[in-house]
């Protein structure tokens, strides 16, 4: 019998062989044929012994044909596209609510797959992406009604960024200048300000268009929406501004000051909230 050491091959972000996928019975509960399992579970954990660590989380996604640009670079905290290189190259997609657990000691038997792995670049997005499932950008209840129910302009936002999604990394919020207000009525109006995110590689002009073609549309949409041009006000939401930056000239005080919009938006949901960790 093979025994977990901290020398074992695992490491976050491997994937299980088809041998193992079968041998374990791990497969998609949909596609079980095209089935894909990584490993969740840190490395820090994984060199932990079976007595102090006993499982290794893994996380059942399945191969696609090509990606939906709003679940790329952890846009969304439940659903990830993902590219895996090398040998046998792929396209994933992981849900977070299908995790799982399994044994050091069944793992043991088996080697990760080597035909198909992370990039440096991919294995970080992987990390961001489960992390954010425990400390994701939360917004008042009534801005996010606004934005999502009265307005649809969520939806519109969606669509806007969805062809871009591989170039635009984040779409981040200034609601309000980051104080918490109690808005009430349309004529109230929350303040807000976005910025598109773009990649730098592997074609820093074509990620910069493709975020401009985004905002140009996201402005387009919340004037036609919101804006009354005939008293030059707005009502439920007014859009200062949509900026487009770099990952390179995005700050780290932008970083810490604004809050990310999930492309699977959620509200605070109660009167008291644990303190929001910045990203």
Known sequence: MVVWTRETPWRQGHLLTVEAINALGLHHPEYPDDSVVIVATHDCDLAQAPIIEPLVELVIGRRIAQFDGNYTHAKTARTLHIAFEDA???????????????????????????????????????????????????????????????????ERLNRAVKPQGEMITAVVFDVDEGEEMARNGEDDVYILDIILVHTIEPDFEAAQAAANAAKEAIKRDFDKKLFDKQSGKWKYIELRYVDVLSEEAFTYRQFTLMKRWRLDYISLGAESQQPIVPE
């Open 88 to 154: 046998n190259p792929l396209l994933a997609e992981f849900v977070i609510a299908n995790k799982c657990a399994v044994s050091k000691a069944v793992l043991a038997g088996f080697e990760p797959e080597t035909n198909s792995i992370l990039s440096p670049t991919n294995r970080t997005t992987f990390q961001r992406w489960l992390a954010a499932r425990y400390h994701r950008s939360a917004f008042p209840d009534e801005f996010e009604r606004r934005l999502v129910r009265v307005t649809k302009l969520a």
